[in-house]
T-cell receptor, first 112, second 112 residues
Framework: NAGVTQTPKFRVLKTGQSMTLLCAQD?????MYWYRQDPGMGLRLIHY???????AKGEVPDGYNVSRLKKQNFLLGLESAAPSQTSVYFC???????????FGSGTRLTVV | DAKTTQPNSMESNEEEPVHLPCNHS???????IHWYRQLPSQGPEYVIH???SNVNNRMASLAIAEDRKSSTLILHRATLRDAAVYYC?????????????FGQGTILTVHP
């Protein structure tokens, strides 16, 4: 099983550019999440989804949008990238709202 | 927000048991205790989780104090592959849905 796959793995953006990060899971999980990991700050929840067609805001949603048109995919969009969005982004999924999370390998994004 | 406290580092010898402690004195009644581990440039890997009772799986055991203010991750026979940063995480429920409150993590070194 592939588990959770994130694309791309690395990206450099210029300030003001837009991009979409793709997360795909093949485990039939209902719940999907986008986090960012910054030094000394652990993982912070950006947005999450409790099922196909649903999305909700997490702790740090500003500057990001998400969509879950298909159960297996969860897209994270940056409409106008800012240097403060330089981070490592992790997608995760879980079968239930109480179970363990399966994480992807991350996307390292640098905004210059 | 509920926080966790872990030792910065621990060392073990291969094939010996390892007990990784975590304090979470401000845990709320809806918080699940999750443990993840992370290698450099990789996403967190789920290890185990629990709410009130001790838990066992193929990777480890989780011992939760009766007052839930502390827990211990037990690796029964450490291997070199277990060397990683271990995070004790409180997984929020209720209005804190999906929120992962990270401790600073424990760097586990396993000696051959």
């Amino acid at each position: 099983n592939a588990g959770v796959t994130q694309t791309p793995k690395f990206r450099v953006l210029k300030t003001g550019q837009s991009m979409t990060l793709l997360c795909a899971q093949d485990m039939n999980h209902e719940y999907m999440y986008w986090y960012r990991q910054d030094p000394g700050m652990g993982l912070r929840l950006i947005h999450y989804s409790v099922g196909e067609g649903t999305t909700a805001k997490g702790e740090v949603p500003d500057g990001y949008n998400v969509s879950r048109l298909k159960k297996q995919n969860f897209l994270l969009g940056l409409e106008s990238a800012a240097p403060s969005q330089t981070s490592v982004y992790f997608c995760a999924s879980s079968y239930t709202d109480r179970g363990g999370y399966t994480f992807g390998s991350g996307t390292r994004l640098t905004v210059v | 927000d509920a926080k966790t406290t872990q030792p910065n580092s621990m060392e073990s010898n291969e094939e010996e048991p390892v007990h990784l402690p975590c304090n979470h004195s401000t845990i709320s009644g809806t918080d699940y205790i999750h443990w993840y581990r992370q290698l450099p440039s990789q996403g967190p890997e789920y290890v185990i989780h629990g709410l009130t009772s001790n838990v066992n799986n193929r990777m480890a055991s989780l011992a939760i104090a009766e007052d839930r203010k502390s827990s211990t991750l037990i690796l029964h026979r450490a291997t070199l592959r277990d060397a990683a940063v271990y995070y004790c995480i409180l997984r929020g429920g209720g209005t804190s849905y999906g929120k992962l409150t990270f401790g600073q993590g424990t760097i586990l070194t396993v000696h051959p």
